[in-house]
């Protein structure tokens, strides 16, 4: 079992810059595939980026190739999220999940933390 705690969501302006991170308790975070997912008011959630195990594999949705960037450090078992060039689009709760397989489902994971607030104004 691992759990899973959010920080670094904010107000920012477009164009401006956010890092998430998300903290994983348990001592098999290493074996875990990680992920951040997002819902906006109305919306459901949907798939941002993921990163395997070995950190050597990662996908991104296509709204947010190129601007946005995964990475972990599995010594400190956490996850990240660089967000560059934000739009307002972008804004919404992000989540980071953990599941044995990279998938784009959000039903397909297993544990989730309990989300960060990202608003970017015009």
């Known amino acids: 079992q691992v759990q899973l705690v959010e920080s670094g969501g904010g107000l920012v302006q477009a164009g401006g810059s956010l890092r998430l991170s998300c903290a994983a308790s348990?001592?098999?975070?290493?074996?875990?595939?990680m992920a951040w997912f997002r819902q906006a008011p109305g919306k459901e959630r949907e798939f941002v980026a993921a990163?395997?195990?070995?950190?050597?594999?990662?996908r991104y949705a296509d709204s947010v190739k190129g601007r946005f960037t995964i990475s972990r450090d599995n010594a400190k078992n956490t996850v990240f999220l660089q967000m560059n060039s934000l739009k307002p689009e972008d804004t919404a709760v992000y989540y980071c999940?953990?599941?044995?397989?990279?998938?784009?489902?959000?039903?397909?994971?297993?544990?989730w933390g309990q989300g960060t607030q990202v608003t970017v104004s015009s």
């Open positions: 348990g001592r098999t975070f290493s074996s875990y595939v």
């Open positions: 990163v395997t195990s070995s950190g050597a594999i990662k």
């Open positions: 999940a953990a599941n044995t397989v990279l998938r784009r489902t959000f039903t397909d994971y297993d544990y």
